[in-house]
């Protein structure tokens, strides 16, 4: 059974700053990427970031390029997404997921395995 597991989201003011976690359990991560996604109230969810596990390759959504960063840590089996610069517009619900590539990929349709999510609300 695979299990994604998010935390570290909260209510934080504008221009400040978060990071989630996401802890991957049940089977062994090392050949997948995995990817943050959000979706705000009455809206899709959206790609954010995406990471390979075997090597440093990421890519970012144009919205949250230089404020986020996505970074993993193989020996934990575990996800970060670094948020800085928070805006209003980053209010959503985040979810953690894992691919079934060893490439990064930047669409939820590559991705079979989903956390429950976690909210990040920024106030303005």
């Known amino acids: 059974q695979v299990q994604l597991v998010e935390s570290g989201g909260k209510l934080v003011q504008a221009g400040g700053s978060l990071r989630l976690s996401c802890a991957a359990s049940?089977?062994?991560?090392?050949?997948?990427?995995m990817g943050w996604f959000r979706q705000a109230p009455g809206k899709e969810r959206d790609f954010v970031a995406a990471i390979s596990w075997i090597d440093d390759r990421t890519a970012y959504a144009d919205s949250v390029k230089g404020r986020f960063t996505i970074s993993r840590d193989n020996a934990k089996n575990t996800m970060y997404l670094q948020m800085n610069s928070l805006k209003p517009e980053d209010t959503a619900v985040y979810y953690c997921?894992?691919?079934?590539?060893?490439?990064?990929?930047?669409?939820?349709?590559?991705?079979?395995?989903w956390g429950q999510g976690t909210q990040v609300t920024v106030s303005s």
């Open positions: 049940g089977r062994t991560f090392s050949r997948n990427g």
């Open positions: 997921a894992a691919s079934l590539s060893v490439n990064v990929k930047t669409s939820r349709l590559n991705y079979p395995y």
